[in-house]
């Protein structure tokens, strides 16, 4: 059993759990991620780590509360323990020790962004964020980043904090200006980082993503997590959940997560009867 030890709601869909998870917090590197179940007929919530503390032997978990599962998590509480906490799973991200990067976040997606560039300012590479969302509530986790990063860049689709509009638009901009950028790490909705890629290939910019299909097993066994990544099958549990956005079937990929949308609302539906 994993107890809570913090629970705090970030907007109102999304919370952050601190959980005390010795064996994950012992041996996670930014980029992995964890799978969670609520009581033993639960079903696996895979979640990217979003912070660790191996002197605490905690894991920093940030959700968004989309279905029955996650509702079935939300509805625990501080002093509460989460049935299993399975991880770390998934390769770790490869940072390279280059000049410039930029992540690019959206909404939840913030969470695993948080790590990996703040390991990058760790070694030295100058790090701005962008980070998007419907409006201000969904904008996570700005100050975190005013820490390490350089430059913050802050869009929202209605205005109501920083400038109007999409991620995208301000990375444009930013390549338009003549910004030197070795890589732009995306991490989102699936079409923001298909969009980010839109941006980027043309300049022919590194660009990495963190995948989420849906996942049971995260052991590579199961085949749910496949993706398509250079014309070759992946499985973003083992393969990833990193990879490289230039190469990635974006279309395939929100093709797959649109068929599982159907079973999750009847499920929902059966809950709440
Ligand atoms: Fe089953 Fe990845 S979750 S193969």
Redesign the pocket.
Known sequence: MYKILHKEKLNDVVELMVVHAPHVSRKCEPGQFIILRVGEDGERIPLTIADYDREKETITIIYQIVGYSTKALALLNEGDDITDFVGPLGEPTKLHASKHVVGVAGGVGSAPLYPQLRALAQMGVDVDVIIGGREAQYVLWADEFRKFCKNIYITTDDGSLGQKGFVTQVLADLIDQGESIDEVIAIGPVPMMKAVVGVTKPHNIKTSVSLNPI???????????RVTVDGKIK????DGPDFDGLQVDFDELMARQRMFKEEEHQMDEQANR
Request: net charge negative.
């Open positions: 996942m049971i097993d995260g052991t590579g066994m199961c085949g749910c997590c499985f973003a549990c083992v």
